[in-house]
């Protein structure tokens, strides 16, 4: 029966992991398919990829949305967040639907309730447009995980402050977010991951300037590629050194 | 001013941002797709109106419906083979796997998770592909001497989705797991039920609220996507999602897009009150 259990682990851990070791391996691929044979280790196609200027500004231009646009949902998160536990305010839990609701709706459909907006209100489409969905995605987020962590034991706290004679804004940023800094910044870096890999909203909210999931699309349509491997092999080291580092800097210290 | 009422104004005062954002971005955008599912086309115009003509499309009309039923069945499929691989995986690591490991252990179980999504179907493609990892090693060994099919077929789809969704439910299941008091089974047993019947009655019932947060996500997340059967399933069988862009883009049908759009949700929404008796979304 162990034995059962340590052959199927071993065969889930095969199955998880088969696409991504193709992927790592295939990008260094001495040749111009990410097939096998394997015919030789080879860096040419993460040059070719560090050297491609339009990658890059799609990274960069990535980054900043997934950044700005996770700093905005996180600081409305946390201030509702704050209001809905602290004070009383008649339909508050139809409020909390209301925050919640957009992590029911596939983000396809919020795309295309976006886009028909930008048509009609004539607002041109962009980076800040994509931005804007990406709040859209995680602010629900944000503000429940917000929401969920805090507590009866933070609350005594912030009325202790109050007491004191500490301001609303006081209270805000002295008390309630250090009281909370491990799950606004969980919160803050899982919204980063997905507005940095957010493909959909980001494909129909953007024209000219592009973030690195749908310049990675329009590298598809030429086939397959190493070049391609490349690029996905670089993303995963990114985002697991982040995971990494969260679980390193983070978790452990909340133990 | 009373204390009470200054406090209310300052809990809205601190609300008003999320609230206005996502009225503004949420709300309104979604009453106006709504709006906008009533409109009909004229040429290349959209008129608007009120016209249930593009639902009627939808659900009669063979090239639209069998998209629907498509994804339907593509997303049970997905859902029912993740859930019953991600179950012992889950228990394995919750149960055999040594307490100090468990957390490296699922950390590994979902490190795919973190590639990039479009990337991870992609790679699919590399394995199941005509000269894929699959084929070559097949042929290699003389099972077969024909490429198979892979690529391009509902199967890549749904082996795709399974990936992606397998670790998923992993997560939610051993959360779960992790929970439930070992008193439980010992009770059982105490009380005489064999190994089995403590499974099946015992265990099995305790981690359903788990099993069935983690299978609605898994519907809702499978049935709007597109990046996977777009690039793993090719056009051969459309699923919904993959129909809305194509309404979108080819014909600048935005009315019908809407339509379908809406149909989609509310696919959602039964799923949503088939199993909101167990449903914790606010655990997640």
């Given at each position: 029966m162990k034995l059962l259990g340590w052959v199927y682990l071993a065969l889930g851990y095969a199955f998880v992991f088969l696409p991504v070791?193709?992927?790592?391996?295939?990008?260094?691929?001495?040749?111009?398919?990410?097939?096998?044979?394997?015919?030789?280790?080879?860096?040419?196609?993460?040059?070719?990829?560090l050297s491609d200027s339009g990658l890059m500004t799609a990274l960069w231009h990535s980054a900043l949305v997934a950044f700005i646009s996770s700093g905005l949902a996180l600081l409305?998160?946390?201030?509702?967040?704050?209001?809905?536990?602290?004070?009383r305010l008649p339909g508050s839990v139809l409020m909390r639907g209301l925050l919640i609701a957009p992590m029911t709706v596939s983000y396809l459909i919020i795309a295309l309730g976006l886009l028909t907006t930008f048509n009609q209100t004539g607002v041109k489409l962009s980076l800040i447009t994509a931005g804007i969905g990406h709040v859209v995605i995680n602010l629900p987020l944000c503000f429940a995980i917000a929401f969920a962590a805090m507590g009866d034991h933070q609350?005594?706290?912030?009325?202790?402050?109050?007491?004191?004679?500490?301001?609303?804004?006081?209270?805000?940023?002295?008390?309630?977010?250090?009281?909370?800094?491990?799950?606004?910044?969980?919160?803050?870096?899982?919204?980063?991951?997905?507005?940095w890999d957010e493909f959909i909203i980001a494909?129909?909210?953007?024209?000219f300037e592009v973030t690195l999931p749908v310049e990675i699309w329009s590298m598809l349509r030429s086939g397959l590629s190493p070049a391609t491997n490349a690029v996905g092999s670089l993303v995963f080291l990114v985002s697991i050194s982040m995971v990494f580092l969260l679980e390193i800097f983070l978790f452990r210290r909340v133990k | 001013m009373s204390i009470a009422s200054a406090e209310r104004k300052l809990g809205w005062g601190l609300l008003a941002p999320a609230l206005l954002w996502t009225a503004a971005f949420f709300v309104v955008p979604f009453l106006a797709m709504l709006a906008l599912s009533f409109a009909h086309m004229e040429g290349r115009?959209?008129?608007?109106?009120?016209?249930?003509?593009?639902?009627?499309?939808?659900?009669t009309d063979w090239s639209q419906l069998k998209a629907l039923i498509n994804s339907v069945e593509i997303t049970v499929t997905v859902t029912v083979i993740s859930v019953v691989l991600a179950w012992p995986l889950a228990a394995i690591i919750a149960w055999q796997v040594p307490a100090r490991f468990q957390r490296l252990a699922l950390l590994m179980a979902v490190l795919p998770f973190w590639t990039s999504y479009v990337v991870r179907s992609y790679s699919w493609l590399l394995v199941l592909g005509k000269n894929g990892v699959i084929n070559k090693a097949l042929m290699g060994i003389g099972v077969i001497s024909e490429p198979l099919a892979l690529a391009?077929?509902?199967?890549?789809?749904?082996?795709?989705?399974?990936?992606?969704?397998?670790?998923?439910?992993?997560?939610t299941i051993y959360a779960n797991l992790i929970q439930l008091s070992p008193n439980y089974a010992r009770a059982a047993q105490d009380l005489g039920a064999s190994r089995w019947a403590t499974f099946v009655h015992v265990i099995l019932p305790l981690t359903l609220p788990g099993v069935i947060t983690g299978?609605?996500?898994?519907?809702?997340?499978?049935?709007?996507?597109?990046?996977?059967?777009?690039?793993?399933?090719?056009?051969?069988?459309?699923?919904?999602?993959?129909?809305?862009?194509?309404?979108?883009?080819?014909?600048?049908?935005?009315?019908?897009?809407?339509?379908?759009?809406?149909?989609?949700?509310?696919?959602?929404?039964?799923?949503?009150?088939?199993?909101?008796r167990w449903l914790r979304l606010d655990r997640l």
């Open positions: 070791v193709v992927l790592v391996v295939f990008s260094f691929q001495d040749g111009r398919l990410p097939v096998p044979p394997f015919q030789g280790f080879s860096l040419q196609w993460y040059e070719k990829i409305m998160g946390f201030l509702a967040a704050h209001a809905l536990a602290r004070v609350k005594n706290a912030e009325r202790a402050a109050r007491d004191l004679g500490a301001s609303e804004v006081q209270v805000l940023w002295h008390i309630s977010a250090p009281m909370l800094a491990p799950a606004l910044a969980a919160a803050f870096f899982l919204s980063v991951t997905f507005s494909f129909l909210l953007t024209r | 115009a959209i008129v608007s109106g009120f016209d249930p003509g593009n639902y009627i499309r939808a659900f391009s077929t509902r199967t890549a789809t749904v082996i795709g989705f399974v990936h992606f969704f397998v670790m998923l439910l992993t997560l299978a609605f996500v898994t519907f809702v997340l499978c049935i709007g996507d597109y990046i996977t059967p777009q690039i793993l399933g090719g056009n051969t069988e459309l699923t919904l999602p993959q129909l809305i862009m194509l309404q979108m883009g080819r014909s600048g049908n935005f009315p019908m897009a809407s339509a379908l759009s809406v149909v989609l949700m509310g696919v959602v929404t039964v799923a949503y009150a088939a199993c909101s």
